[in-house]
């Protein structure tokens, strides 16, 4: 297992603004993922943090909306851009081992847009 | 499309008695299945697994069973304990794609363990 951490842990932003949040494991992984989870609804999985090259986006996310960035094996950032209501949700951070299914996950961070 | 459902968003169960969550899936491709419990404020975290190759695997209280012609799998946990109260969700994966194994999870379920 591992120790993930986010940050921020919870935000309000208005809208047309962008949050940026941060993911650091306490050892190097082999993938970290993004998901988000709305209000009443499964985990959605965003994008898989490719350390060293750009993300792999799931169908309905792009990056101009949802960039990340994972320079090394142990930290990603996700940025949420030019918010507006419908993006408040938990955005949680995951990582998982080479030849691994399960998958750990960070806290969380709630976001609310007003 | 939902491929990984769990039709009931709540239970409420007794201490000390059985709890029992089900999940259906719909993509025969899925070949390994996991559970999760997630507490509030806190992410999930994995609790039990089993691969299409079994029909049961146990750890502990917690008992996982996959009925693979049903494509229905569920959670046993016996005794239930308040502790145990919390949202689990049910994970199904495909395999290898891109390198790693994409995770389908259903919609949850929040188990109430009364005292």
């Known amino acids: 297992s591992a120790v993930i951490s986010q940050k921020p842990s919870r935000d309000i932003c208005q809208r047309g603004t962008s949050l940026t949040i941060q993911c650091q494991v306490d050892?190097?992984?082999?993938?970290m993922f993004w998901y988000r989870q709305q209000p009443g609804q499964s985990l959605t999985l965003i994008a898989t943090?490719?350390?060293?090259?750009?993300?792999?986006?799931e169908s309905g996310f792009v990056i101009d909306k949802f960039p990340i960035s994972r320079p090394n094996l142990t930290f990603s950032t996700l940025t949420v851009s030019n918010m507006s209501p419908e993006d408040s949700s938990i955005y949680l951070c995951?990582?998982?081992?080479?030849?691994?299914?399960?998958?750990?996950f960070g806290p969380g961070t709630r976001l609310t847009v007003t | 499309d939902q491929q990984v459902k769990q039709n009931s968003p709540s239970l409420s169960v007794q201490e000390g008695r059985i709890s029992i969550l089900n999940c259906d899936y719909t993509?025969?491709?899925?070949?390994?299945f996991l559970w999760y419990k997630k507490y509030p404020a806190e992410g999930p975290t994995f609790l039990i697994s089993?691969?299409?190759?079994?029909d049961k695997n146990e750890d502990g209280r917690f008992t996982v069973f996959l009925n693979k012609s049903a494509k229905h799998l569920s959670l046993h946990i016996v005794p239930s304990q308040p502790g145990d109260s919390a949202v689990y969700f049910c994970?199904?994966?495909?395999?290898?794609?891109?390198?790693?194994?994409?995770?389908?999870f259903g919609t949850g379920t929040k188990l109430q363990v009364i005292p």
């Open positions: 995951s990582v998982v081992w080479m030849g691994r299914y399960e998958q750990y």
């Open positions: 050892s190097q992984v082999t993938m």
């Open positions: 089993i691969s299409s190759i079994k």
């Open positions: 994970a199904a994966s495909g395999g290898y794609s891109g390198g790693y194994q994409k995770v389908t």
């Open positions: 993509n025969s491709m899925f070949d390994y």
């Open positions: 943090a490719n350390q060293g090259s750009e993300a792999t986006y």
